[in-house]
């Protein structure tokens, strides 16, 4: 069982025959009630990232657009620092900090640490985009769940990623370049272009990862066997 068509290949690729893997995806539950914040014209862009800060992330990316966007902007990063393996460097939360002074954008940045889940749906509900600038993925379940608030998404083509953001539709797939997502999220700071692939994204993960979607998905599969 495989969660994401990424996942699907890397197991393709260590050898597992196509006629084992099952792709059923992770599913998410989608909040109905509208966005908690109706920022007017003149409002700061909240940019959000939510999950594990860890080298693999690239977290610096997002630091690095966002120092010469021409609108008012704010950055939050909720998650706590952990190593991926035993051999990546620790420090990497304090070297962030660093940059966001080195940039000059310390006082637009917070630094919000690691949140339980039922703390995550008022970030989600606060943020005009969400970005994941990640190396590698499985899956990314942050990405989900910022797409299930109708959250616009600017995202590296990882984990699900691929499968729910058709660029410039219901998000922007870009790749490991601060100057692509700089202006991707200035085109996010129009409110017209930011709610309408906000409305088309969530419509899109309603349809393909709703949790009573892919339960039925696991009851066909075990029905078949």
Known sequence: MVSSKMEYED???FGISPKKLHIIPMGTDIPEAPLARKPDEDSALNILFVGRIARVRRVEL????VKNLPVPFTVTLVGGEEKTSSLSKTGYLR???KLCGDLGISDYVTFAGPKLPEELPSYYRAADVFVYPSLYENFAQPILEAASYGVPVIA???GVAPEIIEDEE???LVADDPNAMG???QQLADSSVKK???QKLKERVRNKFAWSRVMNQYMELYHSL
């Open 11 to 13: 197991a393709i690729e």
């Open 62 to 65: 997002i630091l690095q657009a």
């Open 95 to 97: 070297e962030l900090k």
């Open 156 to 158: 590296t083509p990882v």
């Open 170 to 172: 219901t998000g922007f």
């Open 183 to 185: 202006r991707a999220l």
């Open 196 to 198: 309408n692939l906000g």
